[in-house]
């Protein structure tokens, strides 16, 4: 009795079957084991504990009064935090239906209209608009003033005169209670 070639060995079908099974394994063992290799790498690209921390910032309103500001730092930029007063409020929404280069409602430019919060840097040349103090120059229209180049801010941070291209910026910012803040 001859024995035939499928009896003998493997047909040609078997043996692909076994080399794709072989190379599929090999291949995904290979990317497994590169990617626990690459695993520790990729985590030190994450910031650190101490970056984290300064991404965000919370703050107690309770012991600002009204028609005071105060100015605390989030990720090293001075951030303006004013209790505006009823008058305050009322001419910035005033101040909504007015000529202005980068026109904004005032009620886009808050959560709670009592509380502006609004990163202090002036978008001309980035300097630090004056107007946090009550002794400080409020500029022609109540708000901040930059006396480096001549930026005025209205009682919503909107740059109503001056070189500065765009309003003063609003940070992200949530309400935790009535009297606490999370910048950032």
């Known amino acids: 009795m001859a024995e035939t070639a499928a009896e003998t060995h493997d047909g040609p079908e078997q043996e692909e079957s076994r080399r794709d099974f072989l190379l599929i394994s090999t291949i995904a063992v290979g990317?497994?084991?590169t990617a626990i290799a690459a695993w520790p790498f990729?985590?030190?690209?994450?910031p650190s504990r101490?970056?984290?921390?300064?991404s965000s910032?919370?703050?107690d309103l309770e012991p600002i009064e009204e028609g005071?500001?105060?100015?605390?730092v989030w990720r090293g930029k001075p951030v303006f935090i004013r209790k505006r007063t009823?008058?305050?409020i009322a001419a910035a929404k005033a101040d909504d239906a007015s000529q202005m280069k980068d026109p904004e409602a005032d009620s886009k430019r808050v959560k709670k209209p009592e509380w502006l919060i609004m990163v202090g840097i002036c978008t001309?040349?980035?300097c630090i608009p004056l107007g946090q103090k009550a002794s400080d120059p409020k500029g022609e229209f109540g708000g901040w003033f930059c006396p480096c180049h001549g930026s005025h801010y209205d009682t919503s941070g909107r740059i109503r005169k001056g070189p500065a291209p765009k309003n003063?910026?609003?940070?992200?910012?949530a309400f935790l209670d009535d009297s606490n803040i999370r910048i950032g």
């Open 57 to 59: 910032t919370e703050v």
């Open 42 to 46: 990729i985590h030190m690209m994450n």
């Open 124 to 126: 001309h040349l980035g």
């Open 31 to 33: 990317a497994a084991g």
């Open 168 to 173: 003063l910026a609003i940070p992200p910012y």
């Open 68 to 72: 005071q500001s105060i100015t605390i």
């Open 86 to 88: 009823a008058k305050e």
């Open 50 to 54: 101490d970056v984290l921390a300064l």
